[in-house]
């Protein structure tokens, strides 16, 4: 093992804070430690899932450090902590968060006792996981402050040093159970490829530096895909097919910058495919964004919590919700060129209440300038608003008809006259909080 911390540039030397379970492999990693001398101190964490087998996981730690005069870290975590239906995750977060606490910004590692038969496990569980590149690589030796001294050595190689040292550990009965995906890795696939290879551990372990060697160069790749993209407003991306069909590789590079997001390669498989066959329209959803192909792009943005604009009904003039109505004499406006989110009317085609509403299938009006009736979803396509902005868009109506597609444009038959005399001036509050 000394061998290994020279290899790896680790001072012996500097703290070291130990993560002790009480199984056999935590036990020999602690065992070793105390060989070299090493300032040692013990972080054990009692999660209290196994009951009174729990308590004995905890009473051999303390035993031992008693008996080595190490310092030692208790935590002990109560049923009401528990916040999370994935206990594993959540008891992961929680004692690295608390390692992290007690290293307190100091010098020093945190030692964990990952071997290679873990590493084996881990590639192949996140290879039947479609992982990508990145899950290939393996349990890095070192994570930051984290390190992990036993990565050179198998279980079997564990268990046999530690019977020759003649160590106490705890066994939890858990681990012997095919109930786990993990499990089923250790107990039923990893002892038919020790038939066709009895050292795959240490060959997938000089395989998983290539690994991370070609991982390291992928991710330049990705980060170079991503900084070619277009920005869109509301935090999201405008890839456009070309580049896509321009870039080698593209639909893999396309698929580790949407996973950030949340999507899986089989819905970037399709969106491609989509884009490629001009399928405008086509929507893909994570649980924090949504995918558009349309107008030969894929569009990225955030989902929109409320999308759909509630009703708002405007009896006269004055602040309503977003909209602020006021009266305008004709002869005070110098120019009607407004910022799009203000609108001008003629008065005397208002007819009182107005109402503000979600746009919906067969809406349509008659768009300033035009003579004909146009649907608002043909405009919207053709004044190229994309998905995101169109859900969030409302309409303002008088007497049934349209008036108003807010922010976007007004209807011909209330625009302001050469012989208008009073006028309607409406702001859009809202949009011009945002902007």
Same mark, same amino acid.
């Given at each position: 093992m000394l061998q290994f911390f020279k290899e790896n540039h680790w001072n012996p030397q500097q703290r070291l804070l130990v993560a002790v379970s009480g199984g056999i492999d935590s036990m020999v990693l602690l065992d070793l430690l105390g060989q070299l001398g090493a300032p040692l101190e013990v972080a054990h964490v009692n999660?209290? *899932? @196994?009951?009174?087998?729990?308590?004995?996981?905890?009473?051999?730690?303390?035993?031992?450090?008693?008996?080595?005069? *190490?310092?030692?870290?208790?935590?002990?975590?109560?049923?009401?902590?528990?916040?999370?239906?994935?206990?594993?995750?959540?008891?992961?977060?929680?004692?690295?968060?608390?390692?992290?606490?007690?290293?307190?910004?100091?010098?020093?590692?945190?030692?964990?006792?990952?071997?290679?038969?873990?590493?084996?496990?881990?590639?192949?569980?996140? +290879?039947?996981?479609?992982?990508?590149?990145?899950? +290939? =690589?393996?349990?890095?030796?070192?994570?930051?402050?984290?390190?992990?001294?036993l990565l050179f050595a198998t279980r079997e190689e564990i268990l046999a040093y530690a019977q020759e040292r003649k160590l106490v550990w705890r066994e939890d009965a858990s681990n012997q159970k095919a109930i786990y995906s993990r499990n089923k890795i250790r107990l039923q696939v990893v002892p038919v490829l020790k038939e066709i290879n009895p050292s795959?551990?240490?060959?997938?372990?000089?395989?998983?530096?290539?690994? =991370?060697?070609?991982?390291?160069?992928?991710?330049?790749a990705v980060q170079a895909f991503v900084d070619q993209q277009v920005p869109v407003e509301g935090g999201g991306w405008k890839l456009s097919v070309q580049g896509i069909e321009q870039t080698p590789y593209a639909e893999?590079?396309?698929?580790?910058?949407?996973?950030?997001?949340?999507?899986?390669?089989?819905?970037?498989?399709?969106?491609?495919?989509?884009?490629?066959?001009?399928?405008?329209?086509?929507?893909?959803?994570?649980?924090?964004?949504?995918?558009?192909?349309? @107008?030969?792009?894929?569009?990225?943005?955030?989902?929109?919590?409320?999308?759909?604009?509630?009703?708002?009904?405007?009896?006269?003039?004055?602040?309503?919700?977003?909209?602020?109505?006021?009266?305008?004499?004709?002869?005070?406006?110098?120019?009607?060129?407004?910022p799009p989110h203000v609108a001008y009317f003629d008065a005397q085609q208002v007819q009182w209440p107005l109402k503000v509403r979600a746009w919906q299938t067969g809406d349509w009006f008659i768009p300033l300038g035009m003579k004909g009736k146009k649907k608002l979803s043909d405009f919207m396509i053709d004044a190229k608003i994309p998905l995101n902005l169109k859900a969030s868009l409302p309409v303002l109506e008088s007497a049934g008809a349209i008036?108003?597609?807010?922010?976007? =444009?007004?209807?011909? =038959?209330?625009?302001?006259?050469?012989?208008?005399?009073?006028?309607?001036?409406?702001?859009?509050i809202k949009q011009r909080t945002d902007d």
């Open positions: 999660y209290g *899932l @196994r009951g009174e087998a729990s308590e004995a996981d905890e009473q051999l730690v303390r035993d031992y450090c008693a008996e080595k005069k *190490l310092t030692l870290h208790l935590k002990k975590v109560q049923a009401a902590d528990w916040k999370s239906e994935s206990i594993q995750l959540e008891a992961r977060t929680i004692r690295y968060q608390w390692f992290s606490e007690l290293m307190g910004g100091k010098a020093g590692y945190i030692c964990t006792a990952h071997h290679a038969s873990d590493s084996l496990e881990t590639i192949l569980y996140n +290879l039947s996981k479609g992982s990508g590149v990145r899950g +290939l =690589r393996g349990i890095p030796v070192e994570n930051g402050s984290i390190i992990r001294p795959v551990e240490q060959t997938v372990q000089a395989h998983s530096r290539f690994v =991370r060697a070609a991982a390291h160069y992928w991710e330049q893999e590079l396309l698929g580790e910058m949407l996973a950030a997001y949340g999507f899986v390669f089989e819905q970037v498989q399709a969106a491609v495919e989509a884009l490629k066959k001009g399928g405008t329209g086509k929507v893909f959803y994570s649980e924090s964004h949504t995918l558009l192909v349309e @107008r030969e792009c894929l569009w990225l943005f955030l989902k929109e919590d409320n999308p759909a604009f509630e009703t708002l009904t405007i009896p006269a003039l004055g602040q309503w919700g977003d909209f602020e109505l006021k009266s305008v004499p004709a002869s005070s406006i110098v120019s009607l060129v407004s008036m108003w597609l807010v922010g976007q =444009r007004i209807d011909e =038959r209330f625009k302001v006259k050469p012989d208008s005399t009073e006028l309607i001036r409406i702001e859009w």
